[in-house]
């Protein structure tokens, strides 16, 4: 169990190193001449020399990398070109506001996404199964956008039900937090319960199927125990990766709501760098974001190595 | 007696057609498949013949007929440039049919030929490149589209191949998956044993037994693409103006759904989910006919 | 204590005309063909029959536990004179708890992954009633009572961390928990080393004479089942076609059926130069498909018109016998399918240079951090024309070794392997194309190791174009003499290996073997995947093409019977070195290693011949920490003493041709294993 351990942080570090690169080569590598690209073609080239020589951009691309990439080691992500504040700290802020809104759409999908997959594996086949199962996937394939629009034309406006922008007035409770942030939430919900329960559904039905199953039937045991000491634990060990990499397609999912919300998080933050062509808050939010994911699977990884007798106790017969 | 030992009562024809129609009668079976195929062929009649058959010119405006609710003259009302919402709506068709099977497409060639590589040779090249793929992987496909076509300019040949690139990790870590599956058998061996070369191996005898997973990997990635592309147009990184994309069209109008005017989002909004989830019900009805 | 009510006298297990049936794709397929049978309070009853027959469905009937799209169309079941098809679910799941235990193949997958193995036997005990603590206590006894070791320590552990072998054992003392009146053994030990299987068989015949439950055991190993039960029945495509006391059955059965299957098998010690296995023509019809008439009719040779007419009644052939034929009195006449025997060939000279020989062979796989010695030091040679037969069990290095010859394994340095004297590159890749060429393979898994997406006749082709360089007409011209070399029909070739049966397949990949007219082939295992009526089919052609074309074998199994009927020279192996080799007559009769020795008590004969059993303690040790001085010394019923543990004996010639890694000298051995005391000396 060490050594799996130390491999798979080393593997994070790796990672995570390699995408600081890729980061890099996306914003300061491929607009090219940076200067030119913020100030647009018809500026003159005396002018794109100077900002580029403000910006630092005239020099070769690995002292920049060297450059940049002590800055993030220390915690300084540079400073906004746009903006003229500290990155770290935009980000910071942002950051703390993305995480509570998927802190709540991630407390409702998970155990929403594992019961209907469960479900739908135990009744498979049947009506409730192919409802799960297709509807599930019918709504995950529509783009969050989309139903953030719906949500808000539908609950917000048509019926008033809920507050049309996620964000709470300042200082107020979590309550009040939640009911604000509850239609982005679900908007989140929406889009990812149907992987989460294909996969539940997944791990379930081979779990059914097994071996192990059959004798815990032959034993005499009533269907619940059957279900609840064998076959679940079996079938959920597998959706723990799946729900760490569920992560990525929330943050994806974050950027569009955020933006029809307008919640300050790292999904609005986001765009508004890209609009802004402002390339040391784009690398250092997506920076951020990757750190983020490889945190998630690696907790995910960690946490199935634990659970699972085969790797926790690795080691053959005796 | 007869003199060969074990005979099969079976008579052969061509195998290979026979395999081929079996799996397509259980792919038309699907009801699944069947509701996906009509949807996905409705929009495709509407990006073949769109422009010939609406009513109105998408591109014309009509700055005093803006933002007019549904009508008999305008099915779909009209939009803040006083443009018919309908005809927008079925030319639009037209770009997303383009641009996301075509980016679907680069990925999964570039994708399959390096699951290939890196699923059969294993060693350090499989190390390093994994890791650049889970690099990749960390960032989301929204998040890399976004800086990328921040980057380079949105249009549609970038939107193409930034999303074609964006897929490649994604397909080529299932095909290694399928590739490690096949070349533990020992067919592959085999195959090393009769002086077959690397290349052979890889194309002749493994590729024909992952194909099926490609196929359902690339119908996939042509749901996600239309969803990608729909959002960096939503996010005004994708396809640009005037042209009338969907995504674009839900950007250009949502900021008037609390003014009430709701048509000109909607409809769009609709198109969009209809296409995709046609598209998905496609890839999970060939998913079924390739697990039996 | 069995719940179910029942009179002293009631059959422990009664089926009386039961049929079963499946629903598959669209149409119901008949599994089960009105089967009746009796167990009596106490006795072993054997079912036997090959893939398809139906005996694990009537088991899994029996427990009333048949997959969703199966349902019983037709007659009774009784256990203990209580009918298990009218009981509610309360009532099955009572019955199961506390009258009839089931245990079947391949137990690492029996046994949740994620619970300990104590919590697992303790569910055993608490759907019966009892408390945690009794539950507890109970597991340790009964745990103890299937002779493991240490039960305290196995309770606490998960099941990945048991060896096969102890799996089991945990798996028949939860069966064994309530004292069921019946117990199911549905391929209990297929899959097992020999001498782990000869422990469990030892086991549960002890348990059952202690216990006095009755027990239903199902094989397609004939041996087996002769040495566990009292009577058995033999199923075919559904139907009971003969029933009666085990030793009649087999020694004079009276169905063609039974006789055809009793005469493929190689017994007695038979070899492949006295005759040629019998085999049954035709192919095992699919599960399901529409017979009418006799079952067997399609392949039986004593068939007339009656037979596809009529279905046969079951006859009374003799006291507690029944066969359903209607020459059954004839059964023993069956025309034996081997045509004339072979023609003697001289006896391959020791004087020859070996085709392949190798010397010091060793790998070492580098796992989970250890060093795990594949192979230590194997110095063998074959023959032109000769089989060498590789006998071991699980961590042997057997496969290893053979795939060093073929380069397919890059073997560790100092490994010399050599063709007609030359040296061999030890990597594939860098040998000639002649040398390639000539050491070739036939898998034992004919699924996989036939590409799936492409036609026999390209299967074949290919390897021809590659190895001879042949394109075009001649090819083709070649490809159908080849398929006309392996029986196979040439109608075939175009037809993927999906359409193909397990024994049509397995002729593929040997003429593909045969392609590039190869000096050596390895073997490995290539019939084991095989029903008993195709292997013998298969073992006569692999010894006609080797009488054809002077090739040679190296073959390896797990089968002593097959070993002896087909190798020349036997070579045994032990956690990867060479224990003994010598002519198969020699090593197979005593004198020899205390670990064949074993292996031969390990395997049981059809012969009826009572062979003492020489136990051996303990599991199989892991190949990453080999034992100290001999390797074999854990387990050697026959340990000299402390030399045993220091030294590693050398391989050393005990008499021409025929060496021994043992510290005992031959002359003590020949003593030892003459006449183990109580017993009669093996037929042979």
Redesign the interface.
Known sequence: MG?FLLRRIG?AL???W??S???FV??EV??GDVAR?ILGPTAAPETVAALNEELGTDRSVVVRYADWISGVVRGDLGESYAFRRPVDEMIGQALWNSAKLALLAFVLVVPLGILGGVVAALYEGRAADRAIS?GG??VS??????WA??A??VFG?WLDVLP?TAQAPPGAGVLTQIEYLLLPALCLVLVLFGYLARMARAGTVEALD???T?????????RRTVIR??VL??AL?PTIAVVATQT??L??GL??IE??FNYPGVGRL??RA??Q?DFPL??GT?LV??VV??LA?LVADLAYAYL???VR?????? | MSTVDDLAPVVVHDSGRESRRERLRVVLRSK?FLAGAVIVGVWVFCALFGPAIVPHDPYADDILGKLQPPSTEHWFGTDRLGRDVFSRVVVGARDILAVAPLAALLGTVLGTALGLVTGYFRGLTDDVIM??V???????????G????????PSRVTVVLVIGIVFTPIIARTVRAAVLAERDLEYVEAARLRNERAPYVLGGEILPNVLGPVLVEFTVRI?YAI?AI??LS????GIQPPAPDW?LQ?FEN?GL??A?D?WP??FP?LA??TL??G???IA?GLTRAFER | MSAVPVSADAPALELDALAVAFHVRGQWRQALRGVSLTIAPGEAYGLVGESGCGKSTAALAV?R?LPRNGRVTGGAIRVGGADLLAMSEREV??????SA??V?Q?PG???????RVGDQVA??FT??GLSAAEARRRGLELLTRVQIADPASVLR??P?????G?QQRV?IA?ALASDPALLILDEPTTGLDATVEAEVLDLVAGLRAELGTSILFISHNLAVVRRMCERVGVLYAGRLVEEGPADGVFRDPRHPYTVGLLRCLPRGGTRKDERRLDTIPGVLPAPGADLPGCVFADRCGLVRDICREEEPPLHAVGPGRTSRCHFWQDAEALPHTAASPRPVRGPVSAAQRPVLAVAGAAKTFRQ??QHVHALAGVTLGVGPGETLGLVGESGSGKTTLARVLLGLTPPDAGTAVELDGEPLAPELSSRSAEDVRALQIVFQNPDSALNRRFAARRIVGRALTKLLGLRGARREERVHELARAVRFDERLLPARPAQLSGGLKQRVAIARAFAGEPRVVVCDEPTSALDVSVQAAILNLLVDLQDEQGVSYVFISHDLGVVRYLADRIAVLYLGRLMEVGDSATVLAAPHHPYTEALLSAAPGLGGEERARIRLEG?IP?AAAPPSGCVFHTRCPRKLGEICEREEPPLAEAEPGHALRCHIPLEDLRRLQAAPPGTTPPAS
């Open positions: 050594r593997l790796v990672t995570l390699l995408l690169v890729i980061v996306a914003g491929m607009p690209s297709v996937l019918s394939a529509i783009p969050e956008f989309v629009v719906a808000i034309l406006i049309v097994a071996d192990y059959r004798t815990a039937v032959l034993k005499g045991l009533p000491r064998h634990r079996n060990l990525g397609y943050i994806g950027v569009a933006l029809v986001l765009v890209a609009d062509k784009l690398e997506v974001i990757g994911y490889l699977t699972n007798p085969r106790f690795g080691g053959a017969a005796a | 699944t890791r650049i889970d690099a990749f992987l960390a960032i989301p496909v929204v998040v890399i976004l800086v990328a076509l921040t980057a380079v300019g749901g969803f729909a959002t939503f996010l005004g990184f995504g839900i949502y759904l609390s009430g709701w989002t909607l909004a969009i989910a995709v989830v598209v998905n019900l999970d | 427990m536990y799941r009572r019955y199961r708890a506390q235990s089931m079947y391949n997958a029996a046994l949740n992954p994620s619970l569910e055993a759907v019966a552990r998960y990945h961390q048991l060896s096969g102890m798996l939860m989970d951090g599991e892991s």
